[in-house]
């Protein structure tokens, strides 16, 4: 990358922190000083939306990091307002893609081949753009039909840069920050992520690993990758179709059930989290199809995690827990997974667990992390700040906040327990 | 429905009342279910008014001339390992497997939590006979909540799941549980769930809710086995380090569960005593689904139960022996303690099946 080219992405970055420093602080401290109330709520969020609309547009024009940065940030409802989540949640889509001349380039530079050595034919608009990488169809010269992901030129200098300028940022935050939100931990954090989604050979890996767990059963498919044309920035796989997972209307027009589409998936993920402790982190509606005979298609392991050992067993008590109204076992759930109270003691958790009992004992709970749930969990953490929630646990509960948004869009329910092999009925 | 105590009616809060304990149970430290009397005996939860309301619809049943069916406890085969190797790999230093094993014997008792998530259809309309006093007429109403509770535990009190974890915990005292567990635990039944109906005449949700409880009551009956072998194991002072404590708390179990069978069987006898209405607006004998249903889940325990549980054993154990200082050995020995159990020809429940 060019020198300049990374000062200019050092300088947008250092210019909006200063902003959104100002914004925050500066009438905070204005306010002290005058002895005025500090701000009432409304005008917070307010100031959270429109910071959250200035980072969305900054990230978005930046790609790289910082869209990572947004994506990290709209996970962690137990660090930041709602108003920020909504927003930031938005850095999905909206990312534009590389000309095929860039993408020609990277590939055969990575395969060691002209484009058509290995492929008959492709498709130079991407079916997909994404922030690290864009797809592409293909086809190969046995007539199998590919989906190639194609990691952009630069992207991991591109990284550095920006992740150097972050911790940057964070540092002089916490400096000037009394207060300050731990920032530094989810920077390094989404560092590991990155460096894990930057390396094709790992999700490769990771896909086989999981298509292995799965090996024996027809309720889930997952693309076979073509290893001999895979690199650490090339991913050759078996191209899949099927209907969209939230699209409702086409998954009943092909005649099934999507109660059963919504048991499936979570018992995917149940088997994946619960028992094999490995899993594929990202199962945003992007990622997930449904073939017009009812197997659920999981795709991008870029983002797949194995869990300590009791990891799974905690995660179960927890739920457990939650369907019995138990606090004591609630707390010693919260233990088991890597809680901590930076007090020391239980009464942080006692407290939460009443504050979640009470609230999941209006309805019955099935084992289902509804995003309320996840919600109102990060909501009691957030206020409280001795509590400290173990990375793996944000990771997991965002996977079934996602699976709980799915089955409400599918309009049906998941139960943890059905999704076990409890009932044989 | 009245509120009062009448021998044949209860209210949902009757049926889960426990009356009071001299003493409360307490597990390995954890408040459980139950409590102890004057004299000192356990005595059960939420039982008040469930045990006299169950014998008094049993009453009832016999007193019509109905038959209340029974599942012959031959048809359980044992528990594999039994008592013998159990102990055996015990002594041997050789505890994940019975680790595992009373692990997830412990996660599937609190499984018995799905069953408040059993949704019977409106049985008045689906029956030809009024079902007026019946176990049938309060399953929703106390009987399924009730037995939930017992299993996975309630608010502060552990049930079942509980107690099976500190007897565990207090006999092999406080062991490393095994990572595997939940794999175990998924990977051990077939998990094609999507069973083709035997009776398409009487509707998808009534056959589910009947098969459901069927099954229940299968796993109810086998349990009674795997009581004994944990009690027989825990209480046994050379491989436990609390018989008293771990023992106990089996048998406590244990005698928790006996109205789950006899409120299931119960209610199943009142539906086979009837006639259903199909969906195609004809009639056919509850005898003759309820003995199909239950024909059907029997004779898969008789086929496979003994061989799924081997397997499930034999998976992995050649591995776990390996801590033992003569694993070869050892093994050989395990297998010499075997017994023979020769699967009865039949379930019992054949007759209205094959008319
Ligand atoms: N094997 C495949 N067959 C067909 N289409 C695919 C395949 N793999 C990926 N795609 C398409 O490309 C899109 C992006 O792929 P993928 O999710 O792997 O990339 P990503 O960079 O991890 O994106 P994101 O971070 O948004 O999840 C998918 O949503 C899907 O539409
Ligand atoms: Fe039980
Ligand atoms: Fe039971």
Redesign the pocket.
Known sequence: MKVATRIRRSARVGRTAVQLWLRYKAPAVGRRLSGREPASAAIMNRRHERTADQILKLALSMRGVMIKMCQAVATRADMFPPEFIEKLKQC?DAVPFQPFEVVRAVVERELGKPLDAVFSEFEEQP??A????Q?H?AKLHDGREV?V?VQYPDIEDIIRTDLNNMQRVCRIYEFFDPQPLELMPLLKELTTHLSY?LDFEREADCSERVLELFSDDDRVKI?EVYREWSTKRVLV?????GIKITERAAIEAAGLDPADVVQDLMYIYVRMILAAGFFQA?P?P??LFVTPEGQVIV??F?LSKELPEGFGLGLFELMFSLMTFNESAMVRAFGELGFRSKSGDDDTFLAIARRMVSRSDSGSFEGEFTEEMTDELFAAIREDPVAEVPSDFVLVARVFSFLSGIAHTLGSRANVLRAMGASTG | MSATASPLHYSEEELLSSGSFREPLFANGVRCHGGFDDEGRYCSPRVLFRNPAINAWQDRLRQGGDTLFEISPDLIPPVHPNVAQAKLLLQNGVREPIVRALTIISIVEGFGAMIRDVKVPDLESLLVEPIHGTALAHLQRGLFEAHARDESGYRDEGGHKQMWEAARDAALENPKIPGDVLMRLMGRRDQRGRRKPLFPEIGEDLERSLGFMANVLVVEVMAAETFQWGIDLLSDPEISAAPEEAGGMVENIRADEKPHVEYLRTALSEVAARTIRTVDGKQISGKVVIDGLLHGILSEVIKNRRSDQRDDLREGLEKAVQVAAHPQRLLEDFDSLEFDWTPPSQTGFEASEAA
């Not at chain 1, 994404?130 to 990488?133: K, R, V, Y």
């Not at chain 1, 796989?237 to 179709?241: C, F, R, V």
């Open positions: 999905h079916i997909a994404a922030s690290l990488a797809v169809a989906a992901k989604e693309p796989m078996e191209k899949i179709s990202d945003h992007g990622n795709i991008d870029g």
